[in-house]
């Protein structure tokens, strides 16, 4: 049974940063495409970052793009989000999803509905 698990997440004022951290196990890391999304209240659930099962690709919301960072430790069965000058719009419920496994190593996808597990999600508040 695979399970993720995230933390880091927490309050913290505008134009600061948090990594939060997702780590999966019940299966072998790197035959899973990781995703983060992020879901405010009284809206959809968003994509924010993904990474390919082998780490060697990435892909981020448009409007994210040079803000947010997604990483992974494959040692560590961990994929991280750095998130950097985080605005009050930001705030959200943040989940990490995974998706295989996988014999696609280059795979990236930014539906949710593609995803078999998810986390139970943290919560990041940020306060202008």
């Known amino acids: 049974q695979v399970q993720l698990v995230e933390s880091g997440g927490g309050p913290v004022q505008a134009g600061g940063s948090l990594r939060l951290s997702c780590v999966i196990s019940g299966g072998t890391f790197s035959s899973y495409a990781m995703g983060w999304f992020r879901q405010a209240p009284r809206k959809e659930r968003e994509f924010v970052a993904g990474i390919s099962p082998s780490g060697g690709r990435t892909d981020y919301a448009d409007s994210l793009k040079g803000r947010f960072t997604i990483s992974e430790d494959h040692a560590k069965n961990t994929v991280y989000l750095q998130m950097n000058s985080l605005k009050p719009e930001d705030t959200a419920v943040y989940y990490c999803?995974?998706?295989?496994?996988?014999?696609?190593?280059?795979?990236?996808?930014?539906?949710?509905?593609?995803?078999?597990?998810w986390g139970q999600g943290t919560q990041v508040t940020v306060s202008s």
């Open positions: 999803a995974a998706d295989g496994p996988t014999t696609y190593f280059s795979d990236i996808y930014s539906s949710a509905r593609l995803y078999d597990y």
